[in-house]
């Protein structure tokens, strides 16, 4: 076929390290984002709610994906969001009065810390004992978070509109400024990947010990992971405490920390930071609202089915994972290359 080479041609190394490297490629991306910019244009209600809690998600799945690379399982990534949604909710306010774009970082900052002080048991735990220490974490984290803000009624902590100069952002601007915050934290979790901390993560989760023979500190990485899974899990956490306009303790669930690791991570795409964690948070959220959808269009109906759309929830997240993991045990982003590969040898798939 004309204008399609025979094999992988590649003229030097920056070719073939480069993230896009076919015109199907930026076809593809350029399309992608197009629709998502035109989307408000298109349908202005629940659409744009609907792809901020992706961005959202997707952000704090980056850096979780990032930490499970380095085979450091944690189940307090929703308490790590939780820190960065009070952090930029309490600065937000007085006497502090930050913009957003201050208190986002330092959201992120102080979930970061917080991240490396409850991940230093990793240095001598790991597996099923560091899921229960960071089980441990995650309820430690939403005591002191309860304490701290125990003089609000409620445990609610309400943001301060996004502003800039004294301009409030309506829904557009704020929708816009989620997308640009997601590519950026993409872009730089994408490149992470590829550095010597990206590749001695991978080494550490395949084998520590042999990581550790050949001259890499384990507290020092494993520290890295933290850091950075915290600060993305602050900035999703921040700007999920922006949308709503508030965060309660509510928020930031026990039971959420499973889904981010389990769906989110898992089921989209295990070391795939990027769109295996865009992937998790789509399946997470069209999931949760599909059945608060069909919950509230039954529920006049069937009363009791309003009590029971938690056990529903858990039921399908529990069918997905199983589903997923015997049909793709590397999750929807490698289904995804399946997919993308047959394309790209069709119609010669042999």
């Known amino acids: 076929m004309a204008g399609r080479p025979s094999g992988v041609v590649k003229e030097s190394y920056l070719s073939d390290m480069a993230f896009l490297q076919k ?43 990032l930490l499970t690379s380095a085979y450091l399982f944690s189940v307090m990534h929703s308490a790590i969001m939780g820190v960065g949604g009070f ?24 979930a970061a810390a917080t991240s490396v002080f409850f991940g230093l048991p990793s240095l001598r735990v790991k597996t099923f004992y560091l899921i229960f220490s960071t089980t441990a974490a995650h309820f430690i984290i939403v005591w002191i978070l309860s304490f701290i803000v125990r003089g609000v009624p409620g445990t609610v902590v309400y943001t301060a509109p996004m502003s800039i100069l004294g301009y409030e952002l309506g829904i557009l601007e704020q929708y816009y400024t989620f997308i640009i915050i997601t590519i950026l934290m993409a872009v730089a979790i994408a490149h992470i990947g590829r550095t010597p901390l990206g590749k001695a993560l991978v080494m550490i989760g395949e084998k520590d010990y042999a990581a550790q023979v ?137």
């Open 23 to 65: 015109r199907f490629h930026y076809v593809g991306l350029a399309s992608l984002l197009a629709f998502i910019f035109l989307v408000p244009f298109i349908e202005s209600t629940f659409a744009p709610r609907f792809i901020m809690l992706i961005s959202i998600f997707a952000v704090a799945l980056m850096g979780l994906n």
């Open 214 to 350: 050949h001259g890499l500190s384990l507290l020092k990485y494993k520290a890295f992971a933290f850091a950075i899974a915290g600060f993305y899990g602050g900035v999703g956490g921040a700007l999920w405490a922006y949308m709503l306009k508030l965060i309660t303790i509510e928020h930031v669930s026990f039971e959420l920390g499973w889904e981010m690791l389990g769906v989110g991570v898992i089921v989209g795409g295990l070391g795939s930071y990027v769109w295996g964690s865009i992937l998790g948070a789509l399946l997470m959220r069209a999931v949760v609202d599909l059945i608060n959808f069909t919950v509230s269009s039954l529920a006049s109906t069937m009363p009791w089915i309003s009590q029971a759309a938690f056990g529903f929830r858990i039921i399908v997240f529990g069918a997905i994972i199983a589903v997923i993991l015997i049909l793709e045990p590397r999750g929807l982003a490698a289904l995804l290359r399946k997919v993308k590969r047959f394309f790209d040898l069709w119609p010669f798939s042999y």
């Open 87 to 110: 952090s930029a909710a309490l600065l937000s306010q007085p006497p502090y009065n930050l913009p957003f774009f201050i208190t986002i970082p330092l959201a992120g900052i102080i």
